[in-house]
């Protein structure tokens, strides 16, 4: 707020794949990615003749700490909770509102709250000195904080703590002895060396630092989900995975309509937005802005819903929304084109849009709001844009390889050596 690579049979390797080549299906002939991991159920195989298959890491208590603060993170967290759970590990969340009572209402077990440093976003747009206020008392509060989280998990005896862009509890794990993963997509740009264009050179070391003040110190793993692999930085030792979906996103079978799915990720000063898209000839579903507000007639405002928001994605002939990792993730996986809206001030939804751009599966507009044209420029090309849906195989590499880079951790073999060599998911 990240050569070969080891980390505990995390399973990434060094081919240079396209970034399209992580979307297509898997030939029949190919084991996919769960298949191959060594260990039972679906996971299962064998270890080849001749070596002994290696022995399961002792069950943990994993602590999975997270920004409080949009969907991507809770959504990324209960997947990664799934799979460790699925193996034996038991797991409790450290969180704030909104993150911690979602993940409460869906069977998360009880929450340790912990405050969360905030961003205030406006019209699209990070409000910098709105956001510097809006977090001056817990900057001041913070010894006092890692103090209260260092009692806590000592109190739950964590084995392990996951940091996802949250950073009072990892720090608090530092102090007690206790291991660290940090895992978060935006370590993608501390990790690696994405494409930046010159006019955003400044934004992205400004970024670049906002993220090393969040990330958790000195981790003794580093796990970076992601659509898209740049090289990575010399001296890196993050271990790159495909996205962390949830079942219900797998649960999803395509079946494109008519209407266009569009989210925004926050909705104050967003009605232009509504405006741009009530002159574009299309049918537009809303998720985000407030449902009792005036719409034209072409736009319906939808009430959140996690269950609604997905049937619509399903269904959607294409997709418009703020460039989140983890929406533009879903869309990919079910092979729906995007056209990605970064919030202004955001500089890792900037690399997000180009990146997927760069991939040929969608569009951006970057640095201004859209114009109906490029709404509807966008959806005349969409239809070639589309890909077929991923396999759920496929679907659960990314949270089985960061349950197996957790694992290396507490087992204490998780520290790979340093490399210079592209990182790239065996997904493909």
């Known amino acids: 707020m990240n050569g070969e690579s080891s980390m505990g049979g995390v399973g990434v390797c060094r081919h240079n794949h396209s970034p399209e080549s992580l979307f297509r299906r898997r030939p029949a002939h190919e084991p996919s990615p769960a298949s191959t991991q060594g260990r039972g159920g679906e996971r299962g195989g064998s270890a080849p003749v001749g070596e002994a298959s290696p022995a399961p890491p002792a069950l943990a208590l994993v602590v999975y700490a997270l920004c409080g603060h949009g969907r991507g993170h809770s959504s990324r967290a209960a997947a990664v909770a799934e799979a460790l759970r699925a193996r034996g590990h038991r797991v409790r969340f450290a969180a704030d509102a909104p993150a911690a009572d979602r993940l409460a209402q869906e069977g998360g077990g009880p929450v340790h709250r912990v405050p969360a440093l905030r ?103 580093v796990v970076v989900p992601s659509f898209f692999f740049p090289p990575p930085r010399a001296g890196s030792r993050a271990v790159f995975v495909p996205p962390i979906l949830r079942d219900d996103v797998l ?12 989210y925004v990720n926050e909705g104050a000063g967003l009605e232009p937005l509504v405006r741009t898209l009530g002159a574009v000839d299309a049918a537009f579903d809303v998720y985000g802005l ?85 709404v509807a420029v966008f959806l005349d090309r969409a239809a ?45």
Request: aromatic share 4%; net charge positive; charged share 20%.
């Open 119 to 221: 961003q205030v976003l406006r019209g699209n747009r990070v409000r910098y000195l709105a956001t510097a206020r809006a977090n001056l008392d817990l900057t001041w509060r913070s010894p006092e904080i890692i103090a209260e989280a260092e009692a806590w998990l000592a109190s739950v005896e964590a084995d392990v703590v996951v940091s996802d862009h949250e950073p009072f509890v990892a720090r608090a794990a530092r102090r007690l002895g206790v291991p660290v993963v940090a895992l978060s997509h935006q370590l993608v740009l501390t990790e690696a060396r994405p494409r930046v264009p010159l006019r955003h050179a400044l934004s992205a070391v400004g970024t670049r630092l906002g993220i090393g003040v969040l990330a958790p110190p000195r981790p003794d793993g």
């Open 251 to 262: 649960a999803v079978r395509p079946e494109p309509g008519d209407r266009v799915l569009v």
């Open 290 to 374: 407030d449902p009792g507000q005036a719409a034209p007639p072409n736009v319906r405002l939808r009430p959140p819903s996690r269950a609604g928001f997905l049937a619509d994605l399903g269904a959607a002939r294409a997709v418009v929304a703020t460039a989140g990792f983890t929406l533009l993730s879903e869309a990919l996986h079910l092979g729906v084109p995007v056209l990605a809206l970064p919030n202004r001030g955001f500089f890792e939804q900037v690399v997000n849009a180009l990146a997927l751009r760069d991939a040929g599966r969608g569009g951006a507009v970057v640095g201004r709001p859209p114009r109906p044209s490029d």
């Open 384 to 428: 070639g844009l589309r890909r077929p849906a991923q396999t759920a195989a496929e679907g659960r590499a990314g949270r089985e390889r960061a349950a197996d880079a957790i694992e290396a951790v507490v087992s204490g073999v998780g520290r790979p050596a340093p490399t210079r060599a592209p990182v790239r998911p065996e997904v493909a």
